[in-house]
């Protein structure tokens, strides 16, 4: 079965930091992964999503992720954290059943930035 | 940008009463899917909808719940008979036709279970 680990509950930066949120997944086949953001009282909002093709996937809000095959990860970037990026990040794996796709969740990454 | 939009936003139910979640999906999408987060825990799979059936349901999902679309927009969750471990936030999500389309998700309901 599939399954998704994010080793860190909280991460902590400075504004204008830099930012790397882990991700690591298990899956038998070829992973469709995402990562999606919410903020307090809100749903879930898609930042970014890998099927096929280039490793570095873009992203909205500035972020962007690497797909690495040989270590399970699937990693999320950002070169410059803004105060407004304070949230719960989620990274999941797709599994496609023929009637939809099924995500699989990581437990979550809380971030808090200090300004 | 159309959304998935959820109501109540939050609902207030005595055990063993009955609850009906209510979701409007995204109008041209075909697939329909319920997640639950119980506070402090991960978001987790419920059912998945499609062509006016069940397509998969996981181990949560068991006779308590129902799912149905009645008519050509809204999409409902309903659990018949609350218990305390119901009490969570419950998100709607919607996809366009395609094997891996993203999903799109509600704001969630928080249903809280007295």
């Known amino acids: 079965a599939q399954s998704v680990t994010q080793p860190d509950i909280h991460i902590t930066v400075s504004e204008g930091a830099s930012l790397e949120l882990r991700c690591n997944y298990s899956?038998?086949?070829?992973?469709?992964l995402f990562w999606y953001v919410q903020s307090p009282g809100q749903g879930l909002q898609l930042l970014l999503k890998?099927?096929?093709?280039?490793?570095l996937v873009q992203g909205i809000k500035g972020f962007e992720a690497e797909f690495k095959r040989s270590q399970s990860s699937f990693n999320l970037r950002k070169p410059s954290v803004h105060w407004s990026d304070a949230a719960e990040y989620f990274c999941?794996?797709?599994?496609?059943?023929?009637?939809?796709?099924?995500?699989?969740f990581g437990t979550g990454t809380q971030l808090k930035v200090e300004l | 940008e159309p959304e998935v939009t959820q109501t109540p936003s939050h609902q207030v139910t005595q055990m063993g009463q009955e609850v009906i979640l209510r979701c409007v999906p995204i109008s041209n999408h075909l697939y329909f899917y319920w997640y639950r987060q119980i506070l402090g825990q991960k978001v987790e799979f419920l059912v998945s909808?499609?062509?006016?059936?069940?397509?998969?349901k996981s181990e949560i999902f068991d006779d308590q719940f129902s799912v149905e679309r009645p008519d050509g927009s809204n999409f409902t969750l309903k659990i018949r008979s609350t218990k305390l471990e119901d009490s969570a936030m419950y998100f709607c999500a919607s996809s366009p036709g395609g094997t891996f389309q993203p999903q799109h998700f509600g704001d969630g309901t928080r249903l809280s279970i007295l």
């Open positions: 909808f499609y062509n006016n059936e069940i397509s998969e």
């Open positions: 890998y099927f096929s093709g280039d490793t």
């Open positions: 999941a794996v797709g599994t496609f059943t023929g009637g939809g796709n099924k995500l699989t």
């Open positions: 899956y038998g086949a070829t992973p469709y």
